[in-house]
Structures are given as C-alpha cells and as structure tokens.
C-alpha cells in the first residue's frame, strides 16, 4: 500500500517513427528510451546498428528522407515548446536544425521526387497577399491544417500555401 495519488501515464503509441533511406540499405528509426529519444540507423547490408541520442527534442511525430540521402526533415517538440515544427536532420554529424519554429503546427513532411520542394501539412493561416499571419491568440488557434511548400534549394526557407481550407465554426 503506498500513500499519495496514483498518476496515470498515456503511453505513447506513435513509435517507433521510421523512415527509409533512398539507397533502400538503412533504416532510421526514432523512439523513446529512459526519458529522451533515441535514433537509431540500421544498416542491413552488415547488419550493423548505431544508436545516438536525438538531442533537442522531446516528442517525434514523423520523419522523411531528402531524396539524395544527405539529410531527413524531423516533424517534432523541441524543449520548453509546445507546437510541432519541422527539423533538419544530418545523420552524418548527428546534427539537428530547425527549419521552422513558430506558434503553428507543422506535420507530415514529404519531398516531391526531385528533393526540390518540402511540403508539410500545418495549421499556420495566410493573408489574402500570401503572407504568414505573425501571431495569433493562443485561444482561438485554428484546427484547420493545409498543405504548405518550402522551396528546399533557397536558402531563405519561404513558407508557400498549397491548399487553404476556410474556418468551419
């Protein structure tokens, strides 16, 4: 018999996130392990596995690779964050960077076939011009999601409206 109230815990059934390599000869997976998460790359040719941890975020919602190979695109939670943003992540250096990091939800990430654009579903709403709107009232965020596009070469990563879905009250 212990004292104190019993917390329950939702256990997270989203994992293991996966995702192929193009060359169709590793595996990258992502989950949870003792509090943080884990990435781990297998590599079925040798069948060699590394594990690392994934340092900087505390959630993974889904993950794709570029089609060169080079890097994958993390939808996930970064520390101290509440929304789900869009990370790059470098396997050869263990790296991760964001590409955005804002009050919107961004999720789902996929490249078309020539890696030239990224696109991603996301809550974030547009102008009439086509502009990102700035801020909006944590209260009154909308649950609508859109298809988004980012032209992956540019190096300023300009976030473009694929789909917009009007407000339903």
Known sequence: FKYGPKIERISMTQYPIISWHPDG??????YPKKGQL???TYTFKDQQSTERPLAGLIQANAMVFHPN???AVISGVANARFESDLYKYTP???GIEPITQDQWDDTDPAFSPDGTTLYFSSNRQFLSDGNAVEHFAADRMPVNYD???IQWQ???KTITP???TP???
């Open 25 to 30: 000869e590793r595996l990258l997976m992502v």
């Open 38 to 40: 884990m990435l781990r």
């Open 69 to 71: 190979g080079k890097y």
């Open 92 to 94: 050869s250096s263990g």
């Open 147 to 149: 298809i988004c596009s």
């Open 154 to 156: 540019n190096k300023i």
């Open 162 to 164: 694929v789909t917009e």
């Open 167 to 169: 407000d339903v009250s």
